[in-house]
């Protein structure tokens, strides 16, 4: 099954943008990427999607380059609210022609003051 | 709307011992899928329902559990002689259009501890 790779961690003090990079090389022609966020014990968070180019919204922005093989989650000036788990998805075809939405292992942002 | 609700929260059984969890969806929402997360992993899937159709399967789910949405409304998943491997958050979301591009919404889960 084709996945998902995101780096596991990453800090960042307060007031400084975080950009967080997903690589799905194997994504279908017509999916989207989609964004969440996870706190602990909840469940994930909708923060943003989009096919190409560049989508913002008033709390992040992503980035997506022609080939679509990767996509970039930008936070601008983030806060110690902000630290949690940030999850890229998207469809995924695994080798035996079966569709699953499939999270990657995520990114672990600790946000320091 | 809601949300998504599950219940119970919290789940504590002894080994062989049968469980079922409950999913509500958002109203009218259409598709709704179950997730499994470890601690310190991210979710993963298990199974969905367009309806009261289920569409997909995880290969890696074993035939322990089964998951039923009967009237294409709220989802049940039942995990029979269950196991210590099976401690787990059993997440549920639902999404509103019949894409698979459609945003997931998410309950807190189920968290199942089995000792």
């Known amino acids: 099954l084709a996945k998902t790779t995101q780096p596991i961690s990453m800090d960042s003090y307060e007031g400084q943008e975080v950009n967080i990079t997903c690589s799905h090389n194997?994504?279908?022609?017509?999916?989207?990427i989609t964004w969440y966020q996870q706190f602990p014990s909840q469940g994930p968070r909708f923060i943003i999607q989009g096919y190409k180019t560049k989508v913002t919204n008033e709390v992040a922005s992503l980035f997506i380059p022609a080939d679509r093989k990767s996509s970039t989650l930008s936070l601008p000036r983030v806060s110690l609210s902000d630290t949690a788990v940030y999850y890229c998805?998207?469809?995924?075809?695994?080798?035996?022609?079966?569709?699953?939405?499939?999270f990657g292992k995520g990114t672990k942002l600790s946000v320091i003051p | 709307d809601t949300g998504v609700s599950q219940d119970p929260r919290h789940k504590i059984t002894k080994r062989g011992q049968n469980v079922t969890f409950r999913c509500d969806p958002i109203?009218?929402?259409?598709?709704l899928y179950w997730y499994r997360q470890t601690l310190g992993q991210g979710p993963e899937f298990l199974t969905y329902f367009q309806n009261e159709a289920q569409l997909e399967k995880s290969r890696l789910l074993s035939d322990r559990f089964s998951a039923e949405r009967p009237k294409g409304s709220f989802s049940t998943l039942e995990i029979q002689r269950t196991e210590q491997g099976d401690s787990a958050m059993y997440l549920c979301?639902?999404?509103?259009?019949?894409?698979?591009?459609?945003?997931?919404?998410f309950g807190n889960g189920t968290r199942l501890t089995v000792t």
């Open positions: 979301a639902s999404s509103s259009r019949d894409t698979n591009n459609s945003p997931l919404h």
């Open positions: 998805l998207v469809g995924l075809y695994s080798g035996a022609g079966s569709y699953q939405l499939t």
């Open positions: 194997n994504i279908a022609t017509n999916d989207y």
């Open positions: 109203s009218e929402h259409n598709r």
